[in-house]
């Protein structure tokens, strides 16, 4: 498998630093209100990697963070009347049921910042005893840039444009405008814990870097998230890591691509902001899982109701395949093994065809581009009265391949009222008599409850509209 990593511009060969094991970390929300479209793009991406690598026969470890003290959290706590640890706890519950909706799995380790104040305290003093950071007289601690001499390797910006776009807001006590804060002393209000530079609490990117080193070690094989965290959250955490374990931070950054909404960036500030609860409750969850990988993860993808609608449609041609896989099997036609044959070679092309897609830098467009061809398939074998080893094969194969992408995952087995299976049997009845006026009227009659039936090579099907 090839990846492209942000670090060097260019797809690299995927090797694990254990052969069969990966690390990954991936940057999570930050929980002072219920996630957006945006965040839902790196889990779902992310999820599916994680998936992919496992379908290959790895083992994977992967950590996703909880940012759970933060200006924006402490800002919501005051908004609110409450404390920073109810809007938290609140959140992280919320994301739940958002992750759960989209068919995320959890991952192995979900640490919190606060839950790790005693490893960044220890990583500062590192960093200070090393010469890489300085306590500032208010006791803010702060990261010197100029001791790493790599500083923007991620980003590939020269320093130069760097220091150009720096500042020292009102307050900070900074020697370079380039240095950032590892440790916030504590403001009236605010919460804190002690630390030998006084009360205060972790900058935004050092619990990263000390999550990533107690869960994973010093050097991890894939960090990822999403491509607006680059620069500075990224850079910085590199900056801080590498400079505190003398070791390699990442071997990988995979960074995924911007969501536009109507074809404008979102933003807050132009109304186009959407959370991911806002959308399931109108078109539901899996339709914003399928979005978010129905392109290449690096490629900006565009949210619209026309698009949303237009994954729905999509996503519905994959259950009816599935629910026929399911009516067929029960009315399957005997085995024929030359013919199986044949069959099992054309379904295997189209695993190949999804693998080489994934292989390709996790080109989960065309890997969804072999799905539907195998549906296609799918599709003409069942028409063909395909026998029962055909459809085990087949449904074999179509579980596995949406089941590394996340998909169809809500299928529900409808049930008829006995009166309705009366009918049903009736007009079959009426059919093989070559009463088709009957047939008709009860076809129409049953539509008209929101009951639609089809006629196929296997038998009659229906599905409630």
């Not at 093994?337 to 189209?350: G, P």
């Not at 090579?457 to 509209?465: A, L, M, R, S, T």
Request: proline share 4%.
């Amino acid at each position: 498998m090839k990846v492209y990593s942000t670090l060097s511009r260019k797809k690299e060969e995927l090797e694990p630093i254990i052969p069969g094991e990966y690390k990954i970390y991936a940057c999570g929300p930050t929980v002072y209100n219920y996630i957006h479209i945006g965040n839902a793009r790196p889990l779902c991406v992310f999820d599916v990697l994680r998936r992919y690598l496992e379908y290959r026969g790895n083992k994977v470890t992967f950590v996703q963070n909880f940012t759970d003290v933060d200006d924006k959290i402490i800002k919501k706590a005051n908004e609110e009347g409450t404390d920073y640890l109810t809007v938290a706890k609140k959140y992280i519950e919320e994301y739940w049921i958002d992750a759960k909706g989209m068919n995320i799995r959890a991952a192995d380790i979900h640490p919190k910042a606060t839950e790790n104040i005693d490893q960044i305290i220890d990583m500062i003093s590192n960093l200070i005893e090393k010469g890489h950071a300085y306590p500032a007289e208010n006791g803010d601690v702060y990261f010197s840039t100029k001791t790493f001499n790599e500083y923007g390797k991620l980003s590939h910006q020269p320093l130069e444009d760097l220091e150009a776009g720096a500042r020292i807001s009102i307050g900070e006590l900074k020697k370079d405008p380039m240095d950032f804060a590892l440790w916030k002393s504590a403001k009236p209000g605010e919460p804190y814990w002690e630390s030998p530079w006084g009360n205060g609490r972790p900058g935004w990117h050092i619990e990263c870097s000390a999550m990533n080193l107690r869960y994973l070690g010093a050097t991890i094989d894939i960090h990822c998230g999403g491509q607006d965290l680059i620069f500075p959250h990224h850079e910085n955490e590199i900056a801080q890591s590498e400079c505190c374990n003398d070791a390699p931070f990442a071997n990988y950054w995979m960074h995924n691509g911007y969501i536009n909404v109507d074809n404008v960036k979102m933003s807050k500030s132009l109304g186009n902001f959407f959370t991911v609860r806002d959308v399931a409750e109108k078109y539901g969850y899996e339709p914003i899982r399928y979005l978010m990988i129905s392109s290449h993860y690096r490629s900006p993808i565009n949210y619209s109701v026309d698009i949303i609608e237009q994954c729905k449609s999509a996503l519905q041609r994959l259950y009816t395949c599935r629910d026929a896989l399911d009516f067929a099997a029960d009315k399957a036609a005997v085995s024929d093994d030359v013919k199986d044959f044949e069959l099992k070679k054309k379904l295997d092309a189209h695993r190949t065809q999804f693998i080489e897609a994934m292989d390709d830098d996790l080109n989960t467009a065309d890997a969804l581009a072999a799905v539907y061809d195998l549906v296609r398939d799918i599709n003409i074998i069942l028409a063909d009265n395909a026998s029962q080893n055909i459809i085990e094969y087949a449904t074999e194969e179509f579980d596995e391949l949406t089941s590394v992408l996340g998909l169809v995952y809500n299928r529900k087995k409808e049930e008829l009222d006995i009166d309705v299976e009366k009918l049903i049997e009736e007009r079959n009845q009426a059919r093989k008599n070559k009463d088709f006026a009957l047939a008709d009227k009860i076809r129409d009659d049953l539509k008209a409850q929101g009951i639609i039936l089809e006629d196929t090579p296997q038998g009659v099907k229906w599905h409630k509209e």
